[in-house]
């Protein structure tokens, strides 16, 4: 790059005393930033060294020097590794740009400082890209270290599900950690686990990415949840064929999203949808699929209510009794009335389906050749199936 005479030639007679002046970078920073102070995440060692590489690609590039970045990209990449927040990273940098400048300033020849003043901007536009070189390398390697780390991958992906992720910078930071992008559609998924630590949907990340799905997943409390991307020609029925054969138990699938500031809405369709499902069942539900499922299963107690106030003389008889007239109601009404199409379902003769659905009307007092009746016995039969009740 091109800079004033003054400020080349000054970073060259600063040049042969990088390493010394370095500790002195290292000790501010150390005095300024607790964490480097105790030196445990970065050893007082490695701080000096890494203030020394820098400084000589700030001096070195100043100058005249053809330096690649690849001094600075190392500082980002084992800061990274090391754990050191990005933000305290930064920070270090910052002090170490303000050290470089007063130190120039401290030591140009008073005829030069004007000269100096006037190359500030391109003194600082080093420092900047240093600073640059350093975000992206860490960046990149922290986006690796947590593509490994399949612990602070769950924690990413719960802070966009429960809403705490933060700002909308760094919900689109963890967005990209996890590789789903910004701005892009996505959906919710919520499985079962059949047991405890267990996934309801075995290896499902690898599986989504063999047909190019992006998703992260977490498992958390019974629950095996994620956030899968959607694209042209990965839509939610697609994506629902993708999930049946692998559940382990009931599957929910939210409705499209857009913003990530969504997740935790689309986390509230999956539950619902998912609870909408029949107990004991691999089944995989949409939000909206099924209205009136979704719409009990996110009110359970007024559900339970329900069933005791229309099939509490059922529930009242022996199990077998109690199955045998659930059963031939839900094939009656399936069959829309009609009694043959039910007996066939049943595998009986139709005087006996007679039998039990005027078993069924005298114990729960509701005459159903009334419609309203009859939708009244559905909805209960509807709330026992999701209670998991008969």
Excluded at 123 to 146: H, P, Q
């Amino acid at each position: 790059m091109e800079v004033a005479p003054e400020v080349r030639h000054l970073s060259r007679v600063l040049l042969p005393e990088s390493e010394s002046l370095a500790l002195d970078m290292a000790l501010r920073i150390r005095d300024e930033i607790t964490a480097y102070a105790a030196g445990e995440l970065v050893t007082h060692e490695e701080l000096a060294i890494s203030c020394t590489a820098n400084l000589r690609f700030i001096l070195g590039t100043l100058a005249g020097d053809d330096l690649t970045l690849d001094i600075p990209r190392d500082t980002g990449t084992n800061r990274a590794d090391q754990g050191v927040p990005y933000a305290m990273v930064l920070q270090a940098f910052r002090i170490g740009a303000r050290y470089v400048w007063e130190l120039m300033v401290e030591r140009a020849a008073s005829e030069d400082r004007d000269a100096l003043l006037l190359a500030a901007a391109d003194i600082w536009a080093v420092s900047d890209a240093l600073a640059a070189a350093v975000t992206d390398a860490y960046r990149t390697a922290f986006a690796e270290r947590v593509r490994r780390d399949g612990q602070m991958r769950s924690v990413l992906v719960a802070g966009l599900l429960d809403g705490d992720a933060g700002s909308a910078d760094a919900l689109a930071r963890a967005a990209d950690v996890l590789g789903l992008g910004r701005g892009g559609a996505f959906a919710v998924v919520s499985a079962e686990s059949p047991t405890m630590g267990i996934e309801g949907l075995p290896d499902i990340e690898r599986e989504l990415t063999r047909v190019n799905a992006v998703s992260a997943w977490r498992l958390e409390h019974g629950l095996h949840e994620g956030i899968v991307a959607l694209r042209p020609g990965f839509d939610l029925d697609t994506l629902v064929q993708r999930l049946t054969p692998l559940a382990r138990g009931r599957v929910g699938v939210s409705r499209s999203r857009s913003r990530l500031e969504e997740a935790p809405e689309g986390r509230r369709e999956a539950r619902v949808a998912r609870d909408a499902a029949t107990p004991g069942t691999t089944d995989v539900v949409r939000f909206g699929a099924d209205p009136l499922g979704v719409l009990l299963a996110s009110s359970p107690e007024q559900a339970r209510s329900l069933v005791d106030a229309v099939l509490a003389p059922v529930l009242a008889m022996s199990v077998e009794d109690r199955q045998v007239v659930i059963d031939t109601a839900r094939a009656w009404l399936a069959a829309g009335g009609s009694t043959s199409t039910a007996a066939r379902a049943l595998h009986v003769h139709r005087n006996t389906v007679r039998y039990r659905v005027r078993r069924l009307e005298e114990v729960t007092g509701r005459d159903l050749a009334r419609p309203v009746d009859a939708a009244e016995l559905y909805v209960a039969l509807e709330c026992l199936r999701i209670l998991g009740l008969g």
